[in-house]
C-alpha cells in the first residue's frame, strides 16, 4: 500500500520539467514538437572551462570536499562578487551548492519557521512558491504586470510587510519575464526593507550575465541593507553548465553558516569536478561569453518583433534572461476549431502543443494566469518556425 507524506502528495510537479516531459512523450510517438519549456541555454559550456574540469579529473580531485565548497573556489567566488556586483563577501559568508535550487532551499529553511510569511513578487519562478510550502510557509503574492514592466513597487512592497512577514525571493534579471531592475529602483526597494529589521530577502541573480542593459546591479550593494539579502548565484545560465549542477550564496555569517549545516545534513560539498569547472568560469572576464549575450539579444529582438504580429499576444521588451511573458487574456473565451473554449493560459498551452505542436509553459505556474512563458534559448530558424506555427494556431480561432 503508498503512504507518500503529506508534504510530497501536497508538492506540485515543476511545470517547466512537466511540459518538457510532455514534450519528450510526444516526440517519441513521432510528433513535430518544438519545445520553447525549459529554460536552458542552447550553447556547449565553453572549452577553458571543460579543460579546467579534465585538470581536475586528472590531479586525483575526487574525494569529499568541504561542505561549504573548497576554500579556494569560496576565494574565486568572494573575488567575483567584489569585481562584478561591489559585494564584499568573504570566503566564510560564501556557500557552494549542487545548483542554485538548493542555495535557495538551504536559505529558506535557514530563515523561515512554520507559518511565517513569505513574500513572492509574481510573476515568480515556479520552484520558489514550491520551496516556500516546503518549510510551511505561507506565501503571499505580489501582482505585477506588462504596464509595471513586471516590477513590485516600494509602495506594494511596504504594504505587505507585516509583524508575520519573514522573506521576500525575488530574481533580477526575472525568469519568467525577463524584468531588470535599476539602481535607482533596487535602491527605493532597499529603504523600505531597511525599515523592517526582522525581514530578510533572497536576491537570485543566476541570469545576472545575460543582461541587455549594460550592467548588473544587486540588491546587497545597499549598506542599509546588506545584512538583511542574501545573493543567489550561479554558473548554469551564464557559462551554459546546467548539467554541472553548482550554486552558490554569498550571505551574512550567520546565514552562510545555517546554510552549511543544512547542506550538511543533506547532500554535503558539491561535486569536486564541478568546482574546479565553476572557479575557471568565475575567474573569467565576463566578456568571454559575450557572444552568447549577444545571440540572446538578437533572439529577444526577433521573437519581440514576432509576437507584436500576434493577435491576443501582448508583452513588454525583456531586458535580461531568455523568456518573453506575454499576456495572452484576450485570446480567453476564444474558440478552437474543434470546438473547445479557451479558458486560461493553461488551456492556451494544451492547444498550442496539439494543434501548433510547440510547447510553451503557463503562467498560472508562475503566478501570473493572464501571461504564458515562451523560452528564446533556441536557434534563430527554430524560433521564427515556432512562432509562425503559433501566429497560424492563433488565426484559427474564433
Not at 516526440?27 to 574540469?53: H, M, R, Y
Request: hydrophobic share 40%; proline share 5%; net charge negative.
Amino acid at each position: 500500500m503508498e503512504h507518500l507524506s503529506a508534504r510530497v502528495a501536497g508538492m506540485s510537479e515543476s511545470a517547466t520539467i512537466a511540459m518538457a516531459q510532455l514534450s519528450r512523450e510526444l516526440k517519441a510517438q513521432g510528433k513535430d514538437i518544438i519545445s520553447l519549456s525549459l529554460g536552458e541555454p542552447d550553447f556547449n559550456t565553453p572549452d577553458f572551462i571543460k579543460d579546467a574540469a579534465i585538470e581536475a579529473i586528472n590531479n586525483n580531485l575526487t574525494n569529499y570536499p568541504p561542505v561549504p565548497g573548497y576554500l579556494d573556489v569560496r576565494e574565486a567566488i568572494s573575488c567575483k562578487f567584489k569585481r562584478d556586483n561591489n559585494l564584499n563577501y568573504s570566503a566564510s559568508q560564501v556557500v557552494v551548492s549542487t545548483g542554485a535550487k538548493q542555495s535557495l532551499i538551504n536559505v529558506i529553511l535557514s530563515l523561515v519557521n512554520p507559518g511565517e510569511e513569505i513574500l513572492l513578487p509574481a510573476p515568480y519562478w515556479v520552484s520558489y512558491e514550491a520551496m516556500a510550502h516546503m518549510a510551511d510557509a505561507k506565501v503571499k503574492a505580489l501582482p505585477t504586470s506588462i504596464e509595471s514592466d513586471f516590477k513590485v513597487t516600494p509602495e506594494q512592497l511596504e504594504a505587505a510587510i507585516d509583524e508575520n512577514t519573514r522573506l521576500m525571493i525575488f530574481s533580477t534579471p526575472c525568469n519568467p519575464s525577463g524584468t531588470v531592475y535599476t539602481k535607482d529602483e533596487l535602491k527605493a526597494l532597499a529603504e523600505v526593507i531597511a525599515r523592517h529589521p526582522n525581514f530578510y530577502v533572497i536576491c537570485d541573480e543566476i541570469y545576472e550575465l545575460i543582461n541587455f542593459t549594460g550592467h548588473h546591479e544587486s540588491l546587497a550593494q545597499f549598506e542599509e541593507v546588506y545584512n538583511q539579502v542574501v545573493t543567489v548565484n550561479g554558473v548554469s545560465k551564464g557559462f551554459s553548465m546546467t548539467g554541472w549542477r553548482l550554486g552558490y550564496i554569498g550571505a551574512p555569517e550567520w546565514i552562510a553558516k545555517a546554510a552549511t549545516k543544512i547542506q550538511g545534513q543533506f547532500t554535503s560539498g558539491a561535486s569536486t569536478i564541478s568546482q574546479m569547472a565553476a572557479k575557471a568560469a568565475v575567474e573569467a572576464d565576463p566578456s568571454a561569453i559575450n557572444y552568447m549575450l549577444q545571440a540572446f539579444e538578437e533572439r529577444r529582438d526577433l521573437v519581440a518583433e514576432k509576437i507584436h504580429e500576434i493577435p491576443g499576444f501582448k508583452s513588454n521588451v525583456p531586458q535580461g534572461a531568455f523568456y518573453i511573458f506575454p499576456d495572452v487574456s484576450e485570446l480567453f473565451r476564444k474558440t478552437t476549431p474543434s470546438g473547445d473554449v479557451l479558458q486560461t493560459a493553461s488551456d492556451l498551452c494544451m492547444y498550442l502543443l496539439n494543434e501548433a505542436e510547440v510547447a510553451l509553459v503557463p503562467g498560472e505556474a508562475f503566478g501570473s494566469p493572464n501571461c504564458l512563458r515562451i523560452s528564446y534559448a533556441a536557434s534563430k530558424e527554430t524560433l521564427i518556425e515556432a512562432l509562425d506555427r503559433i501566429h497560424k494556431a492563433v488565426d484559427k480561432l474564433n
